[in-house]
Structures are given as C-alpha cells and as structure tokens.
C-alpha cells in the first residue's frame, strides 16, 4: 500500500513539475460553431447622428504604441486631445502594454475568453479571417459604406480589412518596403548608381565583396525579417504581383530561394541565427552596403548610424529579374496595424469607437505621427516636404508603383510564415536546396 | 503511535489549503491540457473535437522528434555531467582547501544573476563576427578555426551544453550543505584505518550525501527536460531547428495558432518528463538492493 502511495505521489509530482504551456482559456466542447457565434452577436447599434450620449462613455485600449515606441509621444498626444475635445461624452483609457509578443497573446486571450477589448490594434502575425470567425468583432460596414470616412483611404485598404462582406478592422498603419544603400561603400566599390536588375546586383556584390564589406546583411533568427523581405522582392520580381496566387506551386517560389541562396554568399558570417540587431548593427556600423526595411526605421540612419550615415544612405527600388513577370517599380508592402474593436451592445459605446477611431485617422494626425516615427499610414497622405529625403523618395516610388503586394509572411498562412526561418537555414547551410526549402515551407501549412 | 481520530481531522485541516491550491493551479491545468490536446482550435474560433489525431501530427513532425531527442540529451547531460561535476567540485570544497569561501561564491554566483543576462553574455562569446571566442582564436593564430559556433548544424547543440553544464554552484551548495552534515568521527576511523582522501571520499562522503545527488539529479533532469529560456535567447532552437527542445516546440505551435497540437506536445512532454524522473529512481532502487 505504501509502495503504491509513494508511486502516485511521484507520479503526481512529476506531472505538476511539468504542467505548463496551458492557454489561458478553454474551448468549452460544447461551444457553438463559428456561425453560430456570429448569428448569437448582438445586432449593430446604429449610430445617432452627432455625438452626444447620455453619459460619459469610457472606452478600454490596451496599447501598443506606448513607452519606447517610436509612436508613443505623438500617439499619446492623440489620445489626449480626444479626450479634450470629448469631455464628458468619451474618454479613452490606455492600458499599457510594452512588449509586442505580450500584446498579441493578450488579445489572443481575450477574443477565446469571449472578452475584446473596447479597442484594440492588431498586426500581420493576426489573420483577420481567424479574428472574424471568433465573432466577437465589431462590424465597421455600416459606418464607412458611402461616408467621408471611407474616402480617406488608399484604393483596396478597406477591401484588405473586410472579411465575408463585413470590414471587420480599421486599416491604420501601412509600409512599403524599399532598398536603401550606402554611397559611400558602393563608390568605393565604383558605383555611383544603385543596379537594376538582379545580376548586375551580383556584380557589384562581389566587387563589395573584394573591398571587404558585407554586400547583404541578412538573418535567419527571429523571424528572419530581412531575409523574408528580399525573398519577398525577387518573388515579385520573377513571380509578377500573382506570385501569391498558386501558392507556394508557382516555380517562382523555387527560382527565388536559388536567387535568395546566392545572396547569403555576401552577407556577414554571423547571418545564420542572427536577428535584427545584427541586420541593423552591420548596416548602421557601416559594415554593409545595401539593406533593406520598411519606413519606421529610415530616421535611425541619422540617429543612430555611424560617419554620418543619415547623409550617406539613398533610397533604391528593387531590381528587375531579367525574364522574369515583375515590372520594374513593383513593391512588397504590409499593413502593419489594423484597428479593431470589440463587439459593442450599447449604441453610445459603438459611436464613441466610431468616434475616435475617426479622429485618430484624420489627416493632420497621421502627418504629426509620420515625421515623429517614419510610419506610413492607410489613410492617402500629401508628400510631405518635412519628411527627410530617403521618405520623400520612397512615397513618390510608392505613389507611381504599378503594384504593392504584400510581404511573404503576410500573404501566407501564419504556420509557413514562421516556418521560414528554419527552412531558411536549411537552405543556407546546404541540407536541403532551393525545392526542398519550398517543401519544408509546404509542410508547414499542412 | 496510531493518530487518533482527532489528530486526523488535525492533519486533514492542515493540509486542505496546499491540497486546494495543488487542484486548482496544478491539476485542473493539466487536466485542461489534457482536454485541448483533443481539440483543433485556434484560439479564437470555436474547438473542433479530433481525438488523438494531435499526437500523431507532432509524431509524425520530424522537429517534434528532434526536440524529444534533444530534450532526453539535455536531461543526460544534466543527471550525468553536471551533477557529477557539481558533487567533485562539493567534494574539494568539503576539504575546505585555502579559499574555498572564495571558490564556493563564485561557483555559485551565476546562479542569482538572470538566465536572460547570462544568455545575452554567451551569445556575444559564441558571435561569429565580434565574439570572444573566435577572438580569441584569431589571436592566437588559429583563424581558420573560427566559425558562427551557434549558427552551425554541428556546433549549436554542443555550444548551448556547455555554456550550460558549468553552471554547478546551486546542485554543489546542496551537497555541501549535506557533506557538512557527515560526522567528522567516520573519517578519522578511516584514516587511522589508513584510508586515503580519495578512498574517504568514495566509500564515506559519497554513500551519506547519497539522498541529495539522487535530488539533485531529479531536479537537474527536470531542468532539462524543461529547457526554454536559453534556447530561445540563444538560438531559437536553430539552425534548422538543431536545437529545438519540447517547450519551445509547443512554444512555436501556440505562435502558430495551433492550441491542439501545442498542448499534445505539453502532455508528451509529461510523460517524457515522467519516464525519466522515475528512471532515475529505479536506478537509485537498483543500486540500494544491489548493496543489501
């Protein structure tokens, strides 16, 4: 008997020492299918013309754009002034949140516990199809169908956020992704001007490559962002903009991780597990030459990279394949932050989200919002002459680009997203090549 | 004596709080675990019910393996290596040699500074670029032997044991402290007996702290076994998922949204977790009758 208590104890001791990794919360087995949920939301408030409910509203915002973030200050000041000029009718409270990986998690938590925040942002790593089907979301359609609103935004933003006929999101921050170089490196490589197409890239790579500098700085850590975003680029550039339209069946995919494999061939000895620190580090140490990020970084070149770096850097579109179905100009993109609310029951409540929302979106915000972080927005914004150079250049490029695709990672089912680092590494250190790296990336999306 | 009926209920009100606790925040959590790795479920949507098919999926998922394998190296590494270094370094120190207070702090020190700290400083030694290491060997004169030390499929795993198996100074404080315990009148009859240090060491010093090397061992398999942090400071399970361990394995399938699989992995990771602490023991079981 004895033996046999000892043994349960162990066994229970052993099983709490390793209990762990439990989400937050469960999925009852008895829950309700997806349209179920969806039908069981409460109906649409409709909004009242003009604004003024009963009492004041007070609306929940676990935020991102806090602390450290380049978007803090100026976001902060958004939020203040919304309050200012709504006293007594809505008043929006931040609830801090510093840490990204955090932030998605909580939500995650939330919208399965039944409880979405008043307003919340949500970024690529989100599938706005899994967000709708939590049905826990607020429907935007009847606020933006034919109103000013909706006129403020880029052509497909809106369409990008509306899931089974409902726009479930409010687009906020988007980016286009440019190739930024340093002239510096590259004239004493003897070139003046940045290359068109992908071979003569290789050309200037090895002339780099003899003065000892790193043509590339690219990573297979984290989520392998600037790996991720060149292979993104030469998808385009042999793929065309439908490159995402067969999936990962399009030889494209093949054609482009060979191009990808050669680019490792110049870039730093540490590439392999490194993260963005390492990426940014050998670019802003003047290490290596050409480099490759979206907007939000561009001020850091002056900030923070080395012999005047700010003054050194020039803004580039990404080269042509030769042969392959890309127009020259053509750009990978992203929209980096929707804005979502949770379902709403109480009218007043559903139009002081409306409310803000509008107010946070309206022109003369966003461009404070731009020159503080670098960021580039849904809403259609004037070339601004009080954006440093490298921006100026790369909104008119975004301007007359005949396509904006989005990035890899967001074209993808999350699970091939996070699967290319590893896969990558394979790729790079010879395990497998380039058919067996698209391989390693169908499987993920089994 | 048998405790009477009174010093029962006395015993049953004692331990009813710890005993909730233990139901609330260790079994209902597993139990749950258990329930969702029956699930398809993303999170967000509603769970679609699929049996054991979760535990297929991650079997037949060749990184899901890799972690398992580098999961039991871990627990290996950690029950024979560095608890077997850890009760040498006890051992030496026991003879209280001069400065062994010196020695025991600094062993001991890594243990109250972060593991992200730690990480963070091992990271920049294994750096292929400005690393200290291959700094080092650059100075030397052995150049062609610096290499990306966490970013080859070779070196990643060896690199990560061995930046780990040193620190020893929290199993060599316990054994220490049951050493200390040893009465000093068995080693003076073994060296009027003629015995040597080493001889005093073996048959008097190890057999009495016995109890502790058998915890310490469970307790540094368990830490193995769990292995998250420095993995995932240090390579994030690459390259190619060389280094991936079952935590961050089902770590990465909640980044993917993928809660059944996940949690499949949690209760492998159970079982597993089980399988070796109780090896552990039927060693020490085998080895007590062995001596009787």
Same mark, same amino acid.
């Given at each position: 008997?004895?033996?046999?208590?000892?043994?349960?104890?162990?066994?229970?001791?052993?099983?709490?020492?390793?209990?762990?990794?439990?989400?937050?919360?469960?999925?009852?087995?008895?829950?309700?299918?997806?349209?179920?949920?969806?039908?069981?939301?409460?109906?649409?408030?409709?909004?009242?013309?003009?604004?003024?409910?009963?009492?004041?509203?007070?609306?929940?915002?676990?935020?991102?754009?806090?602390?450290?973030?380049?978007?803090?200050?100026?976001?902060?000041?958004?939020?203040?002034?919304?309050?200012?000029?709504?006293?007594?009718?809505?008043?929006?409270?931040?609830?801090?949140?510093?840490?990204?990986?955090?932030?998605?998690?909580?939500?995650?938590?939330?919208?399965?516990?039944?409880?979405?925040?008043?307003?919340?942002?949500?970024?690529?790593?989100?599938?706005?199809?899994?967000?709708?089907?939590?049905?826990?979301?607020?429907?935007?359609?009847?606020?933006?169908?034919?109103?000013?609103?909706?006129?403020?935004?880029?052509?497909?933003?809106?369409?990008?956020?509306?899931?089974?006929?409902?726009?479930?999101?409010?687009?906020?921050?988007?980016?286009?992704?440019?190739?930024?170089?340093?002239?510096?490196?590259?004239?004493?490589?003897?070139?003046?001007?940045?290359?068109?197409?992908?071979?003569?890239?290789?050309?200037?790579?090895?002339?780099?490559?003899?003065?000892?500098?790193?043509?590339?700085?690219?990573?297979?850590?984290?989520?392998?962002?600037?790996?991720?975003?060149?292979?993104?680029?030469?998808?385009?550039?042999?793929?065309?903009?439908?490159?995402?339209?067969?999936?990962?069946?399009?030889?494209?995919?093949?054609?482009?991780?060979?191009?990808?494999?050669?680019?490792?061939?110049?870039?730093?000895?540490?590439?392999?597990?490194?993260?963005?620190?390492?990426?940014?580090?050998?670019?802003?140490?003047?290490?290596?030459?050409?480099?490759?990020?979206?907007?939000?970084?561009?001020?850091?070149?002056?900030?923070?990279?080395?012999?005047?770096?700010?003054?050194?850097?020039?803004?580039?579109?990404?080269?042509?394949?030769?042969?392959?179905?890309?127009?020259?100009?053509?750009?990978?993109?992203?929209?980096?932050?929707?804005?979502?609310?949770?379902?709403?029951?109480?009218?007043?409540?559903?139009?002081?989200?409306?409310?803000?929302?509008?107010?946070?979106?309206?022109?003369?915000?966003?461009?404070?919002?731009?020159?503080?972080?670098?960021?580039?927005?849904?809403?259609?914004?004037?070339?601004?002459?009080?954006?440093?150079?490298?921006?100026?250049?790369?909104?008119?490029?975004?301007?007359?680009?005949?396509?904006?695709?989005?990035?890899?990672?967001?074209?993808?089912?999350?699970?091939?997203?996070?699967?290319?680092?590893?896969?990558?590494?394979?790729?790079?250190?010879?395990?497998?090549?380039?058919?067996?790296?698209?391989?390693?990336?169908?499987?993920?999306?089994? | 004596?048998?405790?009477?009926?009174?010093?029962?209920?006395?015993?049953?009100?004692?331990?009813?709080?710890?005993?909730?606790?233990?139901?609330?925040?260790?079994?209902?959590?597993?139990?749950?675990?258990?329930?969702?790795?029956?699930?398809?479920?993303?999170?967000?949507?509603?769970?679609?019910?699929?049996?054991?098919?979760?535990? @297929?999926? &991650?079997?037949?998922?060749? %990184?899901?393996?890799? +972690?398992? =394998?580098?999961? $039991?190296?871990?627990?290996?590494?950690? *029950?024979?290596?560095?608890?077997?270094?850890?009760?040498?370094?006890?051992?030496?120190?026991?003879?209280?040699?001069?400065?062994?207070?010196?020695?025991?702090?600094?062993?001991?020190?890594?243990?109250?500074?972060?593991?992200?700290?730690?990480?963070?400083?091992?990271?920049?030694?294994?750096?292929?670029?400005?690393?200290?290491?291959?700094?080092?060997?650059?100075?030397?004169?052995?150049?062609?032997?610096?290499?990306?030390?966490?970013?080859?499929?070779?070196?990643?795993?060896?690199?990560?044991?061995?930046?780990?198996? @040193?620190? &020893?100074?929290?199993?060599? %404080?316990?054994?220490? +402290?049951? =050493?200390?315990? $040893?009465?000093?009148?068995?080693?003076? *009859?073994?060296?009027?007996?003629?015995?040597?240090?080493?001889?005093?060491?073996?048959?008097?010093?190890?057999?009495?702290?016995?109890?502790?090397?058998?915890?310490?061992?469970?307790?540094?398999?368990?830490?193995?076994?769990?292995?998250?942090?420095?993995?995932?400071?240090?390579?994030?399970?690459?390259?190619?998922?060389?280094?991936?361990?079952?935590?961050?394995?089902?770590?990465?399938?909640?980044?993917?949204?993928?809660?059944?699989?996940?949690?499949?992995?949690?209760?492998?990771?159970?079982?597993?977790?089980?399988?070796?602490?109780?090896?552990?023991?039927?060693?020490?079981?085998?080895?007590?009758?062995?001596?009787?």
């Amino acid at each position: 008997m004895k033996k046999i208590l000892a043994l349960i104890l162990a066994l229970a001791l052993a099983v709490t020492a390793f209990a762990c990794a439990a989400p937050a919360a469960a999925p009852a087995a008895t829950e309700a299918p997806v349209e179920a949920a969806a039908t069981e939301a409460p109906a649409e408030p409709v909004v009242e013309e003009g604004f003024n409910p009963a009492s004041e509203v007070t609306l929940n915002f676990p935020c991102i754009w806090v602390g450290t973030d380049s978007k803090a200050a100026v976001f902060g000041e958004m939020v203040t002034a919304f309050n200012t000029e709504y006293a007594g009718r809505a008043k929006v409270v931040i609830e801090e949140q510093t840490d990204y990986q955090a932030y998605r998690d909580k939500i995650r938590t939330m919208l399965s516990a039944g409880q979405a925040p008043d307003l919340f942002s949500v970024d690529g790593t989100f599938k706005l199809a899994d967000l709708a089907g939590s049905g826990k979301l607020m429907d935007f359609t009847p606020y933006l169908t034919d109103s000013d609103w909706s006129a403020l935004y880029n052509d497909g933003a809106l369409a990008d956020a509306t899931v089974d006929g409902k726009i479930i999101a409010i687009p906020f921050e988007s980016a286009v992704f440019g190739i930024y170089y340093n002239t510096e490196l590259l004239a004493n490589a003897g070139y003046t001007e940045f290359p068109k197409t992908y071979d003569e890239l290789f050309t200037m790579a090895d002339a780099l490559k003899a003065q000892g500098v790193i043509a590339f700085p690219l990573m297979t850590g984290e989520n392998a962002w600037s790996s991720m975003l060149w292979y993104s680029q030469i998808l385009l550039a042999i793929g065309g903009p439908d490159v995402y339209k067969n999936g990962l069946d399009d030889p494209a995919f093949v054609q482009a991780a060979e191009v990808l494999k050669k680019m490792f061939d110049y870039t730093s000895s540490d590439a392999v597990g490194a993260g963005a620190a390492v990426v940014n580090g050998h670019f802003l140490n003047f290490e290596a030459a050409v480099y490759t990020n979206g907007p939000w970084f561009l001020p850091r070149f002056a900030k923070e990279g080395i012999n005047d770096l700010g003054t050194k850097v020039k803004f580039a579109l990404p080269p042509e394949y030769v042969g392959g179905k890309g127009t020259y100009g053509g750009l990978a993109g992203t929209v980096q932050a929707y804005l979502c609310a949770g379902v709403q029951t109480d009218a007043d409540k559903a139009a002081a989200v409306v409310e803000f929302y509008k107010f946070i979106n309206q022109p003369e915000w966003l461009y404070k919002l731009a020159e503080s972080s670098g960021a580039m927005f849904a809403v259609k914004l004037e070339s601004n002459t009080n954006d440093i150079q490298v921006k100026q250049d790369l909104l008119a490029a975004a301007n007359s680009a005949p396509y904006i695709v989005k990035h890899f990672n967001d074209s993808m089912p999350t699970a091939i997203g996070n699967a290319l680092p590893a896969a990558l590494d394979e790729l790079v250190l010879g395990t497998v090549d380039a058919q067996g790296f698209v391989d390693l990336l169908k499987a993920a999306g089994q | 004596m048998k405790p009477t009926k009174k010093d029962r209920l006395g015993m049953a009100l004692f331990m009813t709080p710890a005993l909730v606790l233990f139901v609330l925040f260790f079994l209902i959590p597993v139990c749950y675990v258990l329930i969702v790795s029956l699930f398809q479920w993303n999170g967000m949507s509603a769970a679609s019910f699929v049996g054991v098919k979760n535990y @297929f999926t &991650i079997w037949k998922d060749p %990184v899901f393996r890799r +972690s398992v =394998l580098n999961n $039991v190296i871990w627990a290996l590494v950690a *029950a024979c290596v560095q608890v077997p270094l850890s009760v040498l370094m006890a051992l030496i120190l026991n003879r209280k040699p001069r400065g062994w207070k010196f020695f025991r702090t600094v062993y001991f020190f890594p243990q109250v500074i972060s593991g992200i700290a730690l990480a963070m400083l091992w990271s920049a030694m294994y750096n292929s670029e400005y690393g200290l290491i291959n700094g080092f060997l650059h100075l030397i004169g052995k150049g062609e032997l610096a290499i990306n030390w966490l970013g080859t499929l070779n070196t990643a795993l060896p690199a990560l044991l061995i930046y780990w198996v @040193f620190y &020893i100074g929290y199993y060599m %404080v316990i054994v220490m +402290s049951d =050493l200390s315990g $040893v009465d000093r009148d068995f080693y003076e *009859a073994a060296e009027i007996d003629g015995a040597s240090k080493i001889q005093q060491a073996w048959f008097i010093s190890l057999p009495m702290v016995k109890s502790s090397i058998l915890t310490c061992m469970t307790l540094a398999a368990v830490m193995g076994l769990r292995q998250f942090e420095q993995v995932y400071l240090l390579t994030n399970g690459g390259p190619a998922n060389r280094t991936s361990t079952m935590v961050l394995y089902l770590y990465k399938q909640i980044q993917n949204t993928r809660y059944g699989p996940a949690n499949a992995a949690s209760v492998m990771l159970i079982c597993v977790g089980v399988i070796v602490i109780l090896g552990i023991r039927a060693l020490f079981q085998i080895e007590r009758k062995r001596r009787k």
